[in-house]
């Protein structure tokens, strides 16, 4: 009967109590996104950089991986030592570059990955196969689109222009075997991969052995921690960075974000808070009447409190879960506009999805709620029943 | 009545001041009324407005305590309760007829009936059969399903009455139950609480209405928070 009390006591004022609701549905929704936004770009960070089972990353000393054009000598050796340390189960090195063609009088540049098809990490093939010969590639969507190409067709390609020579340097042709997905690229980033000796010839750095970075990945149940150290310590020209130590590097550059995130839950917390309790003050206030007299009729106390607060937990639970369809709307869409953002991976989502942290955000509201209902009912509830009846009757 | 079975109803020197906003005194509500009334008995307070004639009514239901004196109902202290007590005793003891009727508008007449039932923890199927029962005998059992907004204030004060009854109490105190009723409507209700009374419920009605007076058994006048007449019972 108290269920029934609450609901048509709801009822009995629709518009009030929709828009309400719709109150806490965008400071749940705002809550929400707030929440997914604080956590969610490093998840997507670290989900991004585990997807391909890689747990160390070595650049350049001093350097992040592709931040600068450092690279560093000797990429096979280098190899071949990683791969002799006990506890790293494979090391897939890659060297970065721009690889160019010509598509009716235009020339087309794309971003150039060389690695060793066996084990890269960098990108999931969509159709054909991966490059096993010097003389194959296997490109992005956006890249055959650009070049007018298709798998199976040959393009000739340079690694550069040699303005002393007023030529292109390395150029050679390739045969388009496959088109891949590049998993750390830009969205609209054209893209290729090739051999790693294929690349290090057309750029001329063969010599040299050139590779921009080298990802090690570890034997399971090996400490990664303790792996990425002795690296370091075998390799003091590089900097070795584990997921972790990346994703701590993430959270001091991204502390803002979750500082803004922070202040904006708070915001969203307080003001279905405040919400709440206007709502059930006005609510308490207008039926002081029929309260006094549940009172005066032998009703308890905490019944009727209970009863008031059935209310608030109602317009609560419902306007959480339309906030909850309402901020997962809201995150998609915002996430499709920052994909955008130059320079990040098109995989990076600034708003994902957390079950347990969007689990607690949205109970706390419906705790703020429960919270906010409170006093207004129990003030309401413990009213002399004997005055306020006077007063109402006046 | 109140001598052949013992007092019911044993209000002791009871004084009651309210304190007013601001600077303004207290105001004397009930200045030493002493009165008792019997099981049976059918009893009206009268006076004029401002006697202490609902302020006395509040005291003998326990929704208010008095300054001094004692009231004592059915053996029980009313004065001395906790806020638990004193609700519980109104919930199973007292019945309440207010003069603007206050039904939850919120539930049926049935379920209005039903509300103190389903507080003081009877089974559903026994309550709906008393309410259904209880909306009979004040004449609206074909209007069970109607929402108060839905019912005219002769039919709402029915079902107040009705709801009033629910848990079998041994007291109906009554506020100015016709109060809002126009002259028809309030001869059916005076007759309706007669017949309660007939039918072994003591009552105890404040009102203005002569005529609701007049079918009481007993008169209690008031003026200035003081008892200044007493009929004792008619025709005892």
Redesign the interface.
Known sequence: ?LL??A???LT?HRSRTLLAMLGVAVAAAMLLDMVMLSSGMRESFRSLLVTTGYQIRLAPRGTLPFDTDASIEGGGGLVDSLSAIPGVAAVSPVLGGQLHVTHEGHAVTAFALGGVAAVQGDYDIVAGRAPAAVNELVGSADFLAAAGARVGDTVMASAGFDPELRGTTGLRPLVIVGRAHFIYTPAGQRAVALPIATLQRMEGSAATDRVSLAMVRADSGVDVEHLRAAVEHEFPRVSAISTETALQQVDQRLSYFRQLALILGVVSLVVGFLLVTTMVTVSVNERL??IV?????????M?VVSQILLESVALMSVGTAAGLGLGLLTGEYLNGILSGFPGLPAEIRFFVFAPHDAWTALGLLVGAGLLAGIYPSWRGASR????T??E??I | MAGAQGPLVVVNDVTRAYAMSGDAPTVAALRGVSFRAGKGEYLAIVGPSGCGKSTLLNLLGGIDTPDTGSVTIGGVHVDGMSDREATRFRLLRVGFVFQRFYLMPALTAAENVELPMAEAGRPKTERRARARALLDYVGLGARASHRPTQLSGGEQQRVAIARALANEPMLLLADEPTGELDAGTGAEMIELLARVNRDGTTIIVVTHDEDLARAARREIHMRDGRIVGDTGERGA
């Open positions: 009967m029934r009390l609901w048509t006591s009995l009447g029929e007299v549940m009172r005066a009729i032998g009703v308890a106390r019944r002399p029943i004997a005055i009846l006077r109402e009757a």
